[in-house]
């Protein structure tokens, strides 16, 4: 290799290491990664496509900033950050080892004047009996040391978690592993979404990109419920699904019940709680029609928006039901539906009227009550369906992160160096992190080291 | 008494202890400075029971849980985490001076939710009935309260280096004396983001992980996950920063504004501006 083209590797190699790469990356994730909370992203709603003029729409398109987290230059950041990463610690990591593994146990003159954790003892005895007793004395109050001979003077080294020093690669390396999770999932995981009416079984869902995917088993929506607090907002919504094979129910997975922050895994298969409504195929509401001055009520069997007609010439049509009308009518509960009436050469009235509530139809003063008596429509189910194997990779990375942080952050490689050399002893002491605390323990152990006698 | 009557005198106790403050910077006489941290820890007091009553106010009202699923009651937490850190640091290091420019930010939080929001308990929706609710917005606001009092050291820092100029080997005497060394404000701001840190990466974790067990995916890149990230960004890059040359001091400080500000957009911003699956009260499923 000639020299310019090996010194071209190594400016890229050390670039590729370099902290002045790894702010310049975190600083353009964090903004770029703005532009795809202030665009839509995804499908664009019309009224956006509608608003923003045609070359701006192109230019956002080509640089993919309507689905940005999955656009070339965006994943180009994330490979760059990787790279980072893996190359920081390759070309850090052996240092480390070393500095773990080999440690200073002797300490020269020159470093002795940097630190600012010092003891000093004076003893009359002889410095081998010194080191004896020294040896012992660290033993006891801090580590065992390493005893080495240089010079004519004992150097006694004692370390304690020296291996919390890895824990910021163990933070680097947890990102790529969630990274790896991440790719996983994206490659043999999916996502999609079902609808199941209340008495219905599917076999298969709808993916992603529109779809259909087979489950290889069958999933039963036995009965869809909404409750709600007396407020109005929604207190709970359940299905009650069983799962399916050969046309049995599988054992253990009958009538489970499936609500939001509860959803269901059979088969590595997840279904969520995600929607709900009315399922109008085939549904009929139920009418009932009292005239005013007494009478027998008349039944009828209508379905939306189908007109009907009365002997004395008036037309009603039900426009709308719901079976919870609470959350459109506080004060009111269950079935309601919105009924339209068009008395012979008048014009058409609408109004609400109610299972639960007789009295309120009848108070509307008209000379014919209308009651809603509630439907045989059947509600159905809205289960967002998952797949990942990849997640738990993902979680794995997500611990490795929270224990190297805390290992990073709150602990420290703690250094106590003795140097004996005739009639006096000096101790050293140094932490790689949280000087303040590793000093007040320092102090405790140098106002013992003061005091012995020797 | 009731806990809304029990936070109101929450807020009053905040603004007495900011102005107790004040009058500590500019009479410099130690005992104001010591009243305002104690007007400071008797209003912490009173909020902790607060909050505790609105606790077991919503179990008496019967749709019990942990005070914290609107935005009212995450201010009100927040503020109380405020205060806590800054309870924290001035009993650890002994730097009251920083209650001046911390105990403005409780005073802000609660004055906003008292006045002009909605302090109702309302029942949880579905998507919040989960045990992630507590693990979730604890640690996200242990976190943010962390880099608030970081943001407030950092103004600190920067108000102490624009007046003392370029000349910082003869500090300035005055009001300039009573702020901690230039050293000292610079080691606090990296502790208190070493703190913060921590828990805003637990606080994203949880969220990701109740998004998995609710939805299906523990990261959709909604509004709110994607400035959670860029604050963790941000200060990812603030402790690189510190061991490059030339990125301590003043840098260092301003990277710690501007880390609150986007955590501060993350937490209201998102929600005022921007849509997602945050948007606080509202019924998503």
Redesign the interface.
Known sequence: MAPTERSFVITVWDYLCS??L??FL??S??LT??I???LP?GALPPEYVAQISQTKLQIYSKLGFFDM?HSWWFITLLYVFSLNLVSCSIKRLPHVFKFISEPALVLGEGQRNSFSLKKELTFSAPAEKAKERLSLFLGKEFAAPVITEHNGEYHLFAQKTAWCRLGVYVVHFSILVIFIG?IIGSLAGY?GFVTIVEGARINSFEGRNGQRMPLGFDVLCEKFTVEF?S?G?????RSILTIMENGKPVPGYSQVKV???E?LTYKGI?F????YGQSNEGGEHFVTVTPRTGGTPEKFTVHEGEAVTLKDGTTFKLLEATQEVRQFAPGFSGPAARIEVTRKGAAPQTFISFKNFPDTNAARGDALTFGYEGTNAKQYTGL???K?PG?WV??LG?AL??IG??VA?FMSHKRIWVVISKKHARMYGNASKNQAAFQMQFEDIAEKFHEIKI | MTSSMLFNITTFTYLISMIVFFAFLASRSKSLGLAGSFIAYAGLAVQTVAIALRWKESYDMG?GHAPMSNLYESIVFFSWTIVLLFAYIDIRYKYRIVGAFVVPFALLGMAWAQLGMNTGI??L???L??N?LLYHVITCFLGYAAFAVACGISIMYLIKTAVEGKDSSAPAGGLMSMFPPLKVLDDLNYRSI?IG??LL??GI?TG??WA????????S?D?KE??S??VW??Y??FL??R??KG?VGKRAAWLSVIGFA?TIFCYLG?NLF?SGLHSYGN?K?
């Open positions: 902290l002045k790894t702010l975190l600083i994730l964090a990664s703005i795809g909370t202030i992203q987290y991440a996502k607090y407020t907002a929604p207190k709970e919504f609500i939001v922050n959803p997840t969520y709680q995600s929607s967002q369906v998952a990942d997640v993902v979680w997500c992160m929270v942080i805390g952050f | 749709v309302e029942p929706v579905p998507a009935q989960s992630w070493m840190f921590p990466t637990l974790i990701a992980a998995n067990y609710a939805w299906g995916t523990y990261w890149w509004p994607t400035w990230l860029i960004f941000v990812a890059a690189h920063a061991i490059t990125w986007a998102v921007l019924s499923m």
